[in-house]
């Protein structure tokens, strides 16, 4: 025998939406939601002994529970201009640094960018730069995840998404994962 309920809402007695814990579904080690933001945009990033934000990779999200965990992955697609070193990549939540290392003599930050290992300036060369993070959701808020850009003191500046000549282009995304 086959039974068929059809509802338009389910409520607990007390008015409220259930959770699938309350329904009985056992939700541990599932991905619960996943929420992405990419660009294949070119920008050029020079900051000295600063930070901006790379416009378009900014993410407002909102855990299903406070003891879920979040998994952030970042991947930069960029090109330098010249040899040298001192790129970063950061992450922040609501305005506040996340993701950091820490001790560092010049600069903290979640994963380098490598400034064209030793090639020419004129080389079509597009690199890829990839940061994985987790940590726990700590609440149900709504929270806004931006990543930046540093660039410590005297570093040649990098563009995104596109090689210096012009004859590559790529995708950057930034992904959280609960």
């Known amino acids: 025998m086959t039974s068929i309920i059809k509802v338009d809402t389910l409520q607990k007695a007390n008015g409220a939406t259930p959770t699938a814990a309350d329904l009985g579904i056992n939700t541990t080690g599932t991905v619960l939601q996943v929420k992405t933001a990419s660009i294949n945009s070119v920008a050029t990033y020079s900051n000295s002994a600063s930070s901006s934000?790379?416009?378009g990779l900014g993410i407002t999200f909102t855990p299903k529970f406070s003891n879920s965990l979040l998994v952030f992955h970042c991947m930069i697609s960029y090109s330098t201009q010249n040899n040298g070193s001192g790129n970063l990549i950061l992450m922040r939540k609501d305005g506040e640094?996340?993701?950091?290392a820490t001790g560092?003599?010049?600069a903290n930050g979640w994963f380098g960018i490598n400034n064209n290992w030793?090639?020419?300036n004129?080389?079509?060369?597009l690199m890829n730069a990839v940061g994985v993070w987790s940590q726990g959701a700590g609440s149900t808020s709504?929270?806004?995840y931006t990543i930046r850009?540093?660039?410590v003191g005297g570093t040649s500046p990098i563009t995104i998404n596109k090689s210096n000549n012009n004859g590559l282009r790529g995708v950057s995304t930034f992904s959280i994962t609960e």
Do not use: F, L, R
């Open 104 to 106: 560092a003599s010049s």
């Open 97 to 100: 640094n996340v993701s950091m």
């Open 53 to 55: 934000e790379i416009a």
């Open 149 to 151: 850009h540093y660039g």
């Open 142 to 144: 709504a929270s806004t």
């Open 118 to 120: 030793g090639q020419g």
């Open 122 to 125: 004129s080389v079509g060369i």
